[in-house]
Each structure stands twice: as structure tokens, then as C-alpha cells.
């Protein structure tokens, strides 16, 4: 990852986004300091580019992005080069995992879409559990966020950052039932944040 060149790309980027794609951000002050795993829901393929430009240009971010986006070998550059590295959704990425975990326990935040996918409306697609399971081993809390509106040129939609926090468990490590109750809630927290007054 570059980090000059990502710090070019958002000063290019942010003012024509602000422009076609207005946004508002709300709770920012809610993204802690260190490593975090920020979580959205995913509505629209510019998602990942919002969250980015509404967060400081300091900002160390990661993005795990599914390896089709990789095929290219000059989109592979790009997109490494912004702070992505490829996941198989198909199957276990171990690979994939200990980048996500080693990101995290250097003090970097990841950006995830708990969904896996692009979902029109809540209840449509279940939450994953790799978000909680990023967070629960590492101890870095979870962050959700709500991608408000289709993103259309024009239409301000909105970002909100909800309190970060990070999933209670008795043993060492949450068991699968757990592990699939964080996953519902953070879902839930997610969506929630849509559902507040603007």
C-alpha cells in the first residue's frame, strides 16, 4: 500500500464526489483511534470509496475486496496500491484472514461489508460472521456504519458512523451460536443507524 499515492488519489477524488455525489457525514466522532474493523452495509459499488473520503486523509484504511477485482493486472496494482487485498468469498482465504488480522494489530482499520455482497434492502442477505471473528481475536472494536441512499448523481445521501464497540463472550474464544449473534446484531446496529433521524 501507498500511502502518498492514496493521499493523491483523495484530494483528486473528494471534491468531484462532492460535486456528482454529495454526501453528509454524521457521527464521525464515534471512529476510535488504532485499529478498528469498520462495518457497512453495501447498497452501491461507490460504498467503499464513501466511507473513505468521509473519514480524514490521515486515515490508514484497508479494504478486503473480492478477487475478481484483482483479474486485471493493472486494477490489481490500483487497487493494492489504495490499501485492498483480495478475499475468496468461495471459501476459507486463510491468506486473506491473516492480512485482515495483521492490518488490525498494526493499528490500521479495515473496511468490511458484513453482507459480503451488494443487498438493496435489510433482511436480505444474513451478516458473515469475519467481521466479528477480526474482532473478538484481535480486540479491536467494531464500528458500524450505514450507507444511506442509492448514490445517485446529484441526490445527497448520507454516512453514519454508530458507536464502536466490541462483543462480549465468556470463554476464549465465542462459540459458533455466539458468533452468529454478533453477527445479527451488528446487522441490526447497522441498519438501525438508517432508521434515526437525519
Known amino acids: 500500500m501507498s500511502r502518498r499515492f492514496y493521499r493523491f488519489a483523495y484530494t483528486i477524488v473528494k471534491p468531484i464526489f462532492w460535486l456528482l455525489c454529495p454526501f453528509r457525514v454524521e457521527g464521525l466522532e464515534n ?24 473519514l480524514p486523509r490521515k486515515a490508514v484504511l484497508r479494504f478486503m475486496a473480492k478477487m475478481e477485482l484483482f483479474q486485471h493486472p493493472f486494477l490489481s496494482r490500483l487497487f493494492r496500491a489504495l490499501g485492498a487485498f483480495p478475499v475468496d468469498r468461495e471459501g476459507n482465504d486463510m491468506s486473506a484472514m491473516k492480512t485482515a488480522m495483521k492490518c488490525l494489530q498494526s493499528g490500521e482499520k479495515l473496511v468490511l461489508f458484513p453482507e459480503g455482497t451488494r443487498v438493496d434492502n435489510a433482511g436480505d442477505t444474513a451478516a458473515k460472521g469475519g467481521a466479528v471473528m477480526f474482532a473478538t481475536r484481535t480486540g479491536v472494536p467494531m464500528v ?3 450507507c444511506g441512499g442509492k448514490h445517485k448523481f446529484f441526490r445527497r445521501s448520507r454516512i453514519v458512523f454508530g458507536q464502536p464497540y466490541i462483543p462480549e463472550f465468556a470463554g476464549r ?8 449473534q454478533f453477527a445479527d446484531e451488528l446487522l441490526r446496529r447497522i441498519y438501525h443507524l438508517g432508521e434515526e433521524k437525519a
Open 31 to 54: 471512529v476510535p483511534e488504532g485499529g478498528a474493523v469498520l462495518c457497512a452495509n453495501h447498497n452501491n459499488a461507490v460504498d467503499p470509496i464513501l466511507i473513505a473520503l468521509s
Open 144 to 146: 458500524p456504519i450505514y
Open 173 to 180: 474464544r465465542p462459540t459458533a451460536e455466539e458468533n452468529r
